[in-house]
């Protein structure tokens, strides 16, 4: 798979979750391709962590970051062109890093 983390079974949605934690899960919802918008659900962030997620290009260039809280995380993606990028988030016990494909959508 594309997630360097440990995985679990995708979803039929084809949405690709990842248990960093005894607790926390973070799932990418837009797996393995996103358009406009890229969503990033988070289950059981514990109190205290303070995660925040980097999409950076394939050069390692950090294009979009955000904060990560409990439920569903949208970043605005559509100022990126088309091609592969790297989801990371950092600030768990185990930090979850996956790779996706920006394609534009009709």
């Known amino acids: 798979g594309a997630c360097t983390s440990r995985t679990k079974t995708a979803s039929p949605s ?12 973070i799932t990418v919802i837009d797996f393995p391709t ?16 303070t995660p925040t997620c980097v999409l950076s290009d394939v050069d390692g260039v950090a294009v979009a970051t955000s904060p990560v809280a409990d439920g569903n995380n949208t970043l605005d993606t559509s100022a990126l062109k088309s091609g592969i990028y790297f989801i990371k988030v950092y600030g768990l016990e185990q930090p979850f890093s996956c790779k996706v494909t920006k394609q534009q959508r009709p």
């Open 34 to 49: 996103f358009g406009n918008t890229l969503t990033i659900k988070a289950d059981s962030i514990g109190s205290g962590l």
């Open 14 to 25: 084809k949405a690709r979750a990842v248990q960093p934690t005894s607790s926390a899960k």
